[in-house]
């Protein structure tokens, strides 16, 4: 239906998919996912394609179903963040205080 409304198509300036490794995940369990790719054909606008853990096959995919040209730009940074990690802490204070917290914000 937005793809008919005048003034939607006016305002839209871009179109970002998030988790793109999902319509490939996904193709078969929701298929209607999979048709997300099929707003680049709808829309002249830049698209932008995001996932944190895209594999080089499921790349592939991505640029097939969205039909890119050799020449688009690709941000590619590794997923190992030494700064991030998992905590598990015993609650000590009372759970209203917030104290158990503290260590987050240096």
Request: include cysteine; aromatic fraction near 12%.
């Amino acid at each position: 239906r937005l793809t008919l409304d005048c003034i939607f198509i006016r305002h839209l300036i871009g179109i970002t998919i998030d988790k793109a490794h999902l319509c490939h995940a996904w193709r078969d369990f929701r298929p209607k996912v999979d048709g997300l790719f099929r707003l680049r054909s709808w829309f002249s606008v830049p698209l932008m394609v995001m996932s944190a853990t895209m594999t080089p096959y499921v790349r592939a995919y991505v640029y097939s179903s969205l039909h890119l040209p050799g020449h688009i730009h690709l941000i590619h940074r590794p997923i190992d963040r030494p700064k991030i990690y998992l905590s598990v802490k015993t609650i000590q204070h009372s759970l209203s205080t917030f104290q158990d917290l503290d260590f987050l914000i240096p």
